[in-house]
Every structure is written in structure tokens, then in C-alpha cells.
């Protein structure tokens, strides 16, 4: 269960926790990725492009938010992975 209280309410993003089609990915788009810019502005004040947080819209600049933000972290899953990937998961999203 997430904790966060920008993400906690979210349907879509408790699912990320536990389904792997929930995951977020380039050409996903409304609140949910709108949450997560919200985050990663919050967080480590990366870069979105206006249009795509406007749009709410899981774009290049958010995919590479995203990469910088799990690469800085550690984020990977060693069973399948050398390095970060741009995706919101399981594990990016805990």
C-alpha cells in the first residue's frame, strides 16, 4: 500500500504496486502520471516539458525524469535488468 499522500488515493498507482500491466509507460497518460511529475518535480526538480504535464502525459521528458530519478536511486530489478529502465513499476513506485 503506498503512503504517500499525493499517491496513496490513486487507484492506478496502488495498482503499479502489484500488476505489471498497471505499470506507467510512454503513451500513458491522466492523473496517475500527472501524480508522478508532481513527484518528480518534488522530489529531484527534473525537467518535464509543459506540454506533457499539461497534457498529463507520459512523454519523452517524463521517461527520462523517470530514468534519472531511478538511476540516482538504484533502481533496478537485477533478475532481468543491467540498468534503469523508463518505466514506473513495481519497484519505482514503492
Not at 45 to 52: A, K, N, P, T
Request: net charge positive; charged share 20%.
Amino acid at each position: 500500500m503506498l503512503i504517500s499522500s499525493l499517491l496513496r488515493d490513486d487507484p492506478r498507482l496502488q495498482a503499479c504496486l502489484v500488476d505489471d500491466a498497471a505499470h506507467l509507460t510512454v503513451g500513458s497518460q491522466g492523473r496517475a502520471v500527472a501524480k508522478v511529475q508532481m513527484a518528480l518535480l518534488a522530489l529531484d526538480w527534473l525537467r518535464i516539458d509543459d506540454g506533457e504535464i499539461r497534457s498529463q502525459a507520459y512523454g519523452p521528458s517524463t521517461a527520462a525524469a523517470v530514468l534519472s530519478f531511478k538511476s540516482k536511486r538504484g533502481i533496478i530489478n537485477y533478475s532481468y535488468q543491467r540498468s534503469a529502465d523508463n518505466i514506473v513499476g513495481k519497484m519505482t513506485i514503492a
